[in-house]
């Protein structure tokens, strides 16, 4: 585990024990948000009264809440679209009070210049919220600027904390500002059809093209027919060729000890680098064969991962099966590669039970809680970090390596509950 992932280990334990309580007791997790609400307007009045050190205590007691509904929403079942609305109409709030301490302890100090900058980071730290809410009613996706509710509340407590909220207020009206425009501007190019500013640059773009040349070689019916093995190989390596300079990345790999190095020495590097790759990659990609990621549930995140899929280019890639029936969870389990399946702090899963009775290993992660018992990383299953970094080796693992290739899946070692329950 990496310090990281130690760290935040260690600061989930009180939140878990406060996720559990709240599950124990049924408190519903629209409840536990307006907690968090109210907890907020007392933070407003210590802001008020000028207890800035109180503020920030009561803040982040306030955001434990805001944390922690959707956590409880998410292992009870109880997510909703009301929910999500709920959630984001009463962060809105939340935000009003806050700055509302803020101009009301300035009007009581006299300082009519900061109501006026309090007044205006209230307007466009709303503003920045509706503009993308807006927009989003007319693109697919508008998340661009860097002034956010997150951002905002970590200024805010570093503001309460250090006793520099002036100083913070400005950062926050500039930011709020700039991603407002920046939006707009975003929205505006969308709704017109004009060309999206670049943010990765040509070398990313030039990547792109690349790889959607190798995609199409793969996806080429010709080129897998039977027999069409070397040729689909050498159409790989041909764009493989175009994209790389062998000799450059040769010379970078041996840095100063290239210089050293004859020309026959070099150009026998340059071989040996060459060939490594088509047997370390290009071979690999060889055996991508059009696998789709089929995501079932219609939870309230539904939405923001079509729009996700659509926005990074891979929605060809990716099917949302909606509520499946248990007919359709039969044949999804039969034809998966693998099944992903990453909760936090489950207590049992009975995904990964239906997982392993269709032979099929699974995906979990380090936090996911009861899959652990059964998931062994690496003989029936793979266990990742619960990052997206992670999960996401761990699904190309399982895609393109010879595990979990079917043929092997009668190899796999399965929990000895599993007997039972497949016996039964």
Request: net charge negative; charged share 25%; proline share 4%.
């Amino acid at each position: 585990m990496t310090f990281t992932g130690l760290v935040g280990t260690v600061c989930m334990f009180p939140l878990r024990a406060i996720i559990a309580a709240s599950i124990a007791l049924r408190i519903h997790p629209n409840t536990l948000t307006l907690i968090g609400v109210l907890i907020n307007v007392a933070a407003a009045w210590a802001l008020g009264r000028d207890r800035f050190l109180l503020a920030g205590v009561i803040m982040i007691v306030a955001n434990i809440f805001d944390f922690i509904d959707g956590k409880v929403a998410h292992i009870s079942g109880k997510q909703s679209a009301f929910g999500a609305f709920w959630d984001s109409t009463l962060d809105r709030f939340s935000d009003l009070a806050l700055f509302t301490g803020l101009v009301y302890l300035y009007s009581v100090l006299g300082r009519h210049d900061y109501v006026l900058i309090a007044t205006l980071t209230l307007i466009f730290a709303t503003m920045t919220s509706y503009s993308r809410a807006r927009a989003e009613s007319l693109v697919q996706k508008c998340k661009v600027g860097f002034m956010e509710r997150p951002e905002r509340i970590v200024l805010f407590m570093i503001g309460a904390f250090t006793d520099r909220m002036a100083a913070v207020l400005w950062v926050i009206l500039v930011l709020s500002i700039v991603t407002v425009a920046d939006r707009i501007y975003y929205t505006y190019l969308a709704l017109n059809g004009l060309p999206m500013p670049s943010q990765a640059g040509p070398a990313a773009d030039d990547i792109n093209a690349h790889a959607e040349r190798v995609l199409s070689v793969l996806a080429d019916p010709g080129l897998r027919e039977p027999g069409q093995e070397r040729a689909r190989r050498r159409a790989v390596r041909r764009v493989a060729e175009e994209a790389i300079d062998f000799e450059e990345t040769g010379r970078r790999t041996l840095g100063s000890h290239w210089e050293g190095r004859t020309e026959a020495e070099r150009r026998a590097f340059v071989s040996l680098f060459t060939d490594l790759l088509d047997r370390a990659f290009l071979r690999h990609v060889d055996r991508w064969d059009g696998e789709q990621l089929v995501v079932a549930g219609d939870g309230t995140q539904r939405r923001n991962v079509e729009r996700e899929a659509d926005s990074v280019g891979v929605a060809d890639r990716v099917t949302f099966v909606g509520n499946a029936t248990d007919e359709d969870h039969v044949s999804l389990y039969a034809a998966a590669r693998a099944v992903v399946y990453p909760p936090y702090d489950e207590d049992f899963g009975y995904v990964t039970l239906e997982a392993f009775l269709a032979r099929k290993p699974v995906i979990t992660c380090t936090d996911s809680g009861g899959p652990n018992e059964f998931v062994r990383d690496g003989v029936n299953g793979l266990v990742a970090e619960p990052t997206e970094e992670a999960v996401a080796q761990a699904v190309e693992f399982a895609r393109a390596s010879p595990f979990p290739h079917p043929a092997e899946l009668e190899r796999f070692v399965y929990p000895e509950p599993l007997t039972r329950v497949e016996a039964g």
